[in-house]
Structure formats: C-alpha cells, structure tokens
C-alpha cells in the first residue's frame, strides 16, 4: 500500500458524553488505536481534527473537557492539529492546502461521527481529487430522529451513510482487512 494521510476526526472526550444518545460500534476508538500504532511505526502522516463548536449546549465547545481529544487518540508531537466549528475538515481550516503542498493524495478517515463530519469531510475529500479509504468500523454515531419523529437506531445511521459514501466518495474497509493488507 502507498503511503496515506491517517485522518483523525473529532476523536474527543465530548463524543461519550450522553447528551448525543445511544451510540453504535463501542470499538471504534480501539480501531483508531490500532491503525494510529500502524502509522506511527511506518512514520506516515497523522493529522488530527478537532472540532470548536458555536453551539452553546455542545460538549465539544472550546475551553471545555469534552473539547479534549481522547486518550487513546491524543496528538503526539509533529503530528498536525486542525480545528474547525463546522461539519468538515475542509471549510475554514487549510487542510486542503497542507495536503497539496506536501502531494499527499492517498487519505485514510477514521472518527466521529459516520454521518456529521466523517461523511462531509469525506465527501469533500472525495470531490476534491483525493484518494479516499473510509475504514467503517473506526467510525461510529448517534441515534437519530426522522422528520416523522421515528427513532433511526445508531446502527441503521452508521449502515446508511457508509453504503452512501462507498464507491461514489471513497472506499470503505473494515481496520482489520486494512492492517492486513499493510502487512502484506
């Protein structure tokens, strides 16, 4: 495999907080953290995103615990930090930018969640001409509301947007058939 830009996305404390409502693939972040390990050793690059919300009730606003990235997904020293108040990665930051300065065309997307920022940034990344792998289970989301008011299960949203996203915007690929195919 070519070198990839691994792509955190609001993997912060905020996003375990209950004020989302039932979340689906509790294994998300110990997905992140294998594919973080396997960057890190092959030294490729980690760009984090954080997400600054405007929203005064969200637990991911700025100068609050839940803005903090998690434990398992904390930045370590090189690795880029880009933090933006809207759903991509894209808009208001120079994350398109930095990644063209450097020709890194390849991006590898994990985070938080499956159908807010993950699938824009996806989207974004996917319509801008770069390479996209979505791996779909170092992802993860919230229950949701219809318009009708029926009750979207977490899991349901997660399937639905990934199936959307594949093979218009990227690839989507499960963490281990990725570490897999690293160590070939």
């Not at 039932?22 to 490729?44: G, Y």
């Not at 990665?89 to 300065?101: D, V």
């Not at 349901?156 to 199936?163: D, F, N, Q, T, Y």
Request: net charge negative.
């Amino acid at each position: 495999m070519n070198q990839s830009v691994l792509l955190l996305i609001d993997v912060q404390q905020g996003m375990d907080d209950p004020y989302w409502g039932a979340r689906n693939n509790p294994e998300a972040e110990q997905r992140i953290t294998q594919l973080l390990v396997a960057w890190r050793a092959r030294k490729w690059p980690v760009i984090h995103v954080q997400h600054h919300s405007t929203n005064p009730e969200s637990p991911l606003r700025p100068n609050q615990p839940g803005c903090e990235f998690k434990l398992e997904a904390q930045p370590l020293s090189g690795e880029t930090v880009f933090t933006k108040t809207v759903n991509s990665a894209f808009i208001g930051t120079k994350l398109e930018e930095y990644l063209r300065e450097r020709g890194w065309h390849n991006l590898t997307i994990v985070g938080l969640t499956t159908d807010h920022c993950v699938s824009t940034t996806t989207r974004m990344a996917g319509n801008l001409g770069f390479d996209v792998q979505l791996v779909g289970d170092a992802t993860a989301t919230f229950e949701r509301r219809g318009l009708d008011g029926e009750l979207i299960s977490a899991s349901e949203m997660h399937r639905i947007h990934l199936a959307s996203l594949h093979g218009e915007f990227c690839t989507v690929i499960s963490a281990d058939d990725l570490l897999a195919h690293l160590a070939d």
